[in-house]
C-alpha cells in the first residue's frame, strides 16, 4: 500500500502538546494493525539538540543508533514501542547543512539557491516514505512551533507542496490549539483558534481536524461554531481535556474517535482496535496500592523535563510494582554531607541521573555516599554510575583526591577517564560513545537476575569511562563491576553486593522503558524502594 502522510502543527501557544496527540495517534492507529512510524521536525538551527542547555531545551533523547534528538521522541517510543532512527528527528539545522554543502560541491549547477524550492525540496525529500516498504503504513509527522512563527513558514510551505504532489487521501492535517478559559466570565474563547487556522489558509493549508486543547469541559455548540470558523467538520472538533496521567491520552482520543477520522481522511479501513495491555496499564496507574519516595538528585531539577525519561520510567517501575511513585526534587548544588540526612532521611531510594559539568558534582556524591552506608536503594546513570565510582574511591578504597578527568584533569587518582582511545576535548558537538551497545553481565548478579539476561544492549550518551588501571584494586575492595563490553574494555555496570540494592549503569536505561513494558532496572529499583519503606515499618 501507498504510504499514508498526517502531518501534526501547533496554534496560538507552544505546550499544548503536540507530540502527545500525534503520539496518542499512532498508538491507536497500531492497536488497529497498521505500522506505524513518527518524525519531529523542529525550527531551531542547531544541528541536533546535543550541545544545548537541558534547562532551556529540556531532555537529549537517544535513539539506538546515537541521534540525539527532542525528548518528544521519547514519547513517540513510549507511546507506539517502536524504535526510531536518525531520520525521525529533523531540524532546520540539518535542512540548511545539507543545502549548503550541496552549494558548495557545486550540485546546484549555479543557480540561485533559495529557500523555495531548495529549502522546501530538502524538507519534502525528509518527509517522503518508501512505497515499497511493506514496514510502514503510516507516517506521523509532528513540526514543531507554532502557526505564524517566522521559522516554521518553510515547513509549512513544504507540507503544502507535499500534499499537492501525493494527492488527495493520502495526506491530513491536524490542528492542536488552545481555547483559553477566561474564569472571571467563565467563557472559552474560540477566537485564537480561529486565527490559528486563518493564519494556516493564509498560506493555502487547511486543517482536516482541530484538536482543542481545554481545562474545562465544552459542548457541541462551541464544537459548531469552531466548525464554522475554521472551515472544519464538527465531527473533526476533537476535545482535548486535561488528564491525571498523559498514558490516559490515547483513550480519551479514542473516545473522540480521532483514528476513526484519521482512517476516513486517508481512505483507510477502520477496524476496532485491541486496546486491552493499555486499558490494563491505565486501570492500574489509577489502583496503586503503595505509596513510594524516590529522591531524583540532579543539577537540572529547575526544568523537569530535562529528566523526562527517568521521570517516566520511574513511573513503569511504579505500575508493574502497583506502586504510587512520589519524586522528591533535590537540586545537588544545595545538598552537602551536612544536610545531607535531613534532605533524604524520610525517602525511599534515590536515583542520581546523568548530566555534564562540575557544577552541583559534591551534593550528588553526598547522596551517593548516603545511600551506600544506609542501605538505601540506589539507581545511577551514566554520570550517576561514574559518580558512584568516585565516592567508592574515595570512601572506600581511601584515594580521597579520586576524580573524574572532566571534572580535574590534574587528579592523582583519575578514576574516570576518556574512554578508550578517545581524547577528543575541543568539539563537543558528536564526540560522546552514542548509541545502543552490547553489554555482558555476571552470571550471579542481581542485573543479571533483573534483567533475566546475560547479554544485554543500552543505549549510550557520553563521554568518560571507568579508567580501567582502577579496576583492579576497586573489585579488591568489593565494588562488583558486574556488565563488561563484550571485549571487557569498557566497564558498562556495576552493583555493591554489600546493599540490598545499590546498582548504578553508564547506559540510560530510561530511553528504553515503556508504560506496559517497564524497564528491568527501574522496575527492580521501586521494587527494592518499596521493600525498604516496609521493612522501616
Given at each position: 500500500?501507498?504510504?499514508?502522510?498526517?502531518?501534526?502543527?501547533?496554534?496560538?501557544?507552544?505546550?499544548?502538546?503536540?507530540?502527545?496527540?500525534?503520539?496518542?495517534?499512532?498508538?491507536?492507529?497500531?492497536?488497529?494493525?497498521?505500522?506505524?512510524?513518527?518524525?519531529?521536525?523542529?525550527?531551531?538551527?542547531?544541528?541536533?539538540?546535543?550541545?544545548?542547555?537541558?534547562?532551556?531545551?529540556?531532555?537529549?533523547?537517544?535513539?539506538?543508533?546515537?541521534?540525539?534528538?527532542?525528548?518528544?521522541?521519547?514519547?513517540?517510543?513510549?507511546?507506539?514501542?517502536?524504535?526510531?532512527?536518525?531520520?525521525?528527528?529533523?531540524?532546520?539545522?540539518?535542512?540548511?547543512?545539507?543545502?549548503?554543502?550541496?552549494?558548495?560541491?557545486?550540485?546546484?549547477?549555479?543557480?540561485?539557491?533559495?529557500?523555495?524550492?531548495?529549502?522546501?525540496?530538502?524538507?519534502?525529500?525528509?518527509?517522503?516514505?518508501?512505497?515499497?516498504?511493506?514496514?510502514?503504513?503510516?507516517?506521523?509527522i509532528e513540526v514543531g512551533g507554532t502557526v505564524g512563527d517566522i521559522e516554521s513558514?518553510?515547513?509549512?510551505?513544504?507540507?503544502?507542496?507535499?500534499?499537492?504532489?501525493?494527492?488527495?487521501?493520502?495526506?491530513?492535517?491536524?490542528?492542536?490549539?488552545?481555547?483559553?478559559?477566561?474564569?472571571?466570565?467563565?467563557?472559552?474563547?474560540?477566537?485564537?483558534?480561529?486565527?490559528?487556522?486563518?493564519?494556516?489558509?493564509?498560506?493555502?493549508?487547511?486543517?482536516?481536524?482541530?484538536?482543542?486543547r481545554s481545562e474545562v469541559e465544552f459542548d457541541d455548540d462551541l464544537k459548531d461554531?469552531?466548525?464554522?470558523?475554521?472551515?472544519?467538520?464538527?465531527?473533526?472538533?476533537?476535545?482535548?481535556?486535561?488528564?491525571?496521567?498523559?498514558?490516559?491520552?490515547?483513550?480519551?482520543?479514542?473516545?473522540?474517535?480521532?483514528?476513526?477520522?484519521?482512517?476516513?481522511?486517508?481512505?483507510?479501513?477502520?477496524?476496532?482496535?485491541?486496546?486491552?495491555?493499555?486499558?490494563?496499564?491505565?486501570?492500574?496507574?489509577?489502583?496503586?496500592?503503595?505509596?513510594?519516595?524516590?529522591?531524583?538528585?540532579?543539577?537540572?531539577?529547575?526544568?523537569?523535563?530535562?529528566?523526562?525519561?527517568?521521570?517516566?520510567?520511574?513511573?513503569?517501575?511504579?505500575?508493574?510494582?502497583?506502586?504510587?511513585?512520589?519524586?522528591?526534587?533535590?537540586?545537588?548544588?544545595?545538598?552537602?554531607?551536612?544536610?545531607?540526612?535531613?534532605?533524604?532521611?524520610?525517602?525511599?531510594?534515590?536515583?542520581?541521573?546523568?548530566?555534564?559539568?562540575?557544577?552541583?558534582?559534591?551534593?550528588?556524591?553526598?547522596?551517593?555516599?548516603?545511600?551506600?552506608?544506609?542501605?538505601?536503594?540506589?539507581?545511577?546513570?551514566?554520570?550517576?554510575?561514574?559518580?558512584?565510582?568516585?565516592?567508592?574511591?574515595?570512601?572506600?578504597?581511601?584515594?580521597?583526591?579520586?576524580?573524574?578527568?572532566?571534572?580535574?584533569?590534574?587528579?592523582?587518582?583519575?578514576?574516570?577517564?576518556?574512554?578508550?582511545?578517545h581524547d577528543d576535548k575541543d568539539n563537543l558537538g558528536g564526540t560522546l560513545r552514542?548509541?545502543?551497545?552490547?553489554?555482558?553481565?555476571?552470571?550471579?548478579?542481581?542485573?543479571?537476575?533483573?534483567?533475566?539476561?546475560?547479554?544485554?544492549?543500552?543505549?549510550?550518551?557520553?563521554?568518560?569511562?571507568?579508567?580501567?588501571?582502577?579496576?583492579?584494586?576497586?573489585?579488591?575492595?568489593?565494588?562488583?563491576?558486574?556488565?563488561?563490553?563484550?571485549?571487557?574494555?569498557?566497564?558498562?555496570?556495576?552493583?555493591?553486593?554489600?546493599?540490598?540494592?545499590?546498582?548504578?549503569?553508564?547506559?540510560?536505561?530510561?530511553?528504553?522503558?515503556?508504560?506496559?513494558?517497564?524497564?528491568?532496572?527501574?522496575?527492580?529499583?521501586?521494587?527494592?524502594?518499596?521493600?525498604?519503606?516496609?521493612?522501616?515499618?
Open positions: 500500500m501507498a504510504v499514508k502522510y498526517v502531518f501534526v502543527t501547533g496554534g496560538v501557544v507552544s505546550g499544548l502538546g503536540k507530540g502527545i496527540t500525534a503520539a496518542s495517534l499512532g498508538r491507536l492507529l497500531k492497536a488497529r494493525g497498521y505500522k506505524v512510524t513518527m518524525q519531529k521536525f523542529d525550527p531551531y538551527l542547531n544541528i541536533d539538540p546535543g550541545t544545548m542547555n537541558p534547562i532551556q531545551h529540556g531532555e537529549v533523547f537517544v535513539t539506538d543508533d546515537g541521534t540525539e534528538t527532542d525528548l518528544d521522541l521519547g514519547h513517540y517510543e513510549r507511546f507506539i514501542d517502536e524504535s526510531l532512527d536518525k531520520n525521525s528527528n529533523v531540524t532546520t539545522g540539518k535542512v540548511y547543512w545539507s543545502i549548503l554543502q550541496k552549494e558548495r560541491r557545486g550540485d546546484f549547477g549555479g543557480h540561485t539557491v533559495q529557500v523555495i524550492p531548495h529549502i522546501t525540496n530538502e524538507i519534502k525529500s525528509r518527509f517522503y516514505r518508501n512505497n515499497t516498504d511493506d514496514d510502514m503504513h503510516i507516517a506521523i513558514q518553510p515547513f509549512l510551505e513544504a507540507i503544502r507542496q507535499f500534499q499537492h504532489e501525493v494527492g488527495p487521501n493520502n495526506s491530513m492535517l491536524i490542528l492542536v490549539s488552545l481555547l483559553p478559559y477566561l474564569r472571571v466570565s467563565q467563557e472559552l474563547k474560540t477566537k485564537p483558534t480561529q486565527m490559528a487556522v486563518k493564519t494556516m489558509q493564509g498560506m493555502g493549508l487547511q486543517p482536516d481536524v482541530v484538536v482543542c461554531k469552531i466548525s464554522l470558523f475554521c472551515n472544519v467538520p464538527s465531527s473533526n472538533v476533537i476535545k482535548n481535556l486535561d488528564l491525571h496521567s498523559l498514558y490516559e491520552a490515547p483513550l480519551a482520543m479514542e473516545k473522540e474517535h480521532l483514528a476513526e477520522i484519521a482512517c476516513k481522511c486517508l481512505n483507510l479501513p477502520c477496524t476496532d482496535p485491541d486496546l486491552t495491555d493499555w486499558k490494563e496499564m491505565v486501570n492500574t496507574l489509577y489502583s496503586l496500592e503503595n505509596k513510594v519516595s524516590v529522591a531524583l538528585v540532579g543539577k537540572y531539577t529547575q526544568l523537569h523535563d530535562a529528566y523526562i525519561s527517568v521521570v517516566e520510567s520511574l513511573k513503569h517501575g511504579g505500575i508493574s510494582n502497583k506502586a504510587d511513585v512520589k519524586i522528591k526534587w533535590v537540586d545537588s548544588e544545595t545538598l552537602t554531607d551536612e544536610n545531607v540526612s535531613e534532605v533524604l532521611g524520610d525517602v525511599d531510594g534515590i536515583i542520581v541521573p546523568g548530566g555534564f559539568g562540575d557544577r552541583g558534582i559534591p551534593g550528588m556524591i553526598s547522596a551517593i555516599r548516603y545511600a551506600r552506608e544506609n542501605n538505601v536503594p540506589f539507581l545511577g546513570l551514566c554520570l550517576g554510575m561514574q559518580l558512584s565510582i568516585i565516592e567508592f574511591a574515595r570512601n572506600v578504597v581511601g584515594y580521597r583526591d579520586a576524580n573524574s578527568i572532566e571534572f580535574d584533569p590534574d587528579t592523582q587518582h583519575p578514576v574516570i577517564a576518556f574512554l578508550p582511545d552514542l548509541g545502543s551497545y552490547p553489554c555482558i553481565l555476571q552470571k550471579e548478579s542481581l542485573v543479571a537476575k533483573l534483567y533475566g539476561s546475560e547479554e544485554i544492549h543500552e543505549r549510550h550518551r557520553h563521554r568518560y569511562e571507568v579508567n580501567n588501571d582502577f579496576r583492579p584494586i576497586l573489585t579488591q575492595k568489593g565494588l562488583r563491576l558486574c556488565g563488561l563490553s563484550p571485549d571487557n574494555r569498557i566497564v558498562e555496570m556495576i552493583e555493591n553486593p554489600n546493599n540490598d540494592f545499590f546498582v548504578a549503569t553508564q547506559a540510560h536505561p530510561e530511553f528504553k522503558s515503556r508504560p506496559n513494558r517497564p524497564h528491568p532496572l527501574f522496575a527492580g529499583f521501586i521494587g527494592a524502594s518499596v521493600k525498604h519503606k516496609k521493612d522501616r515499618g
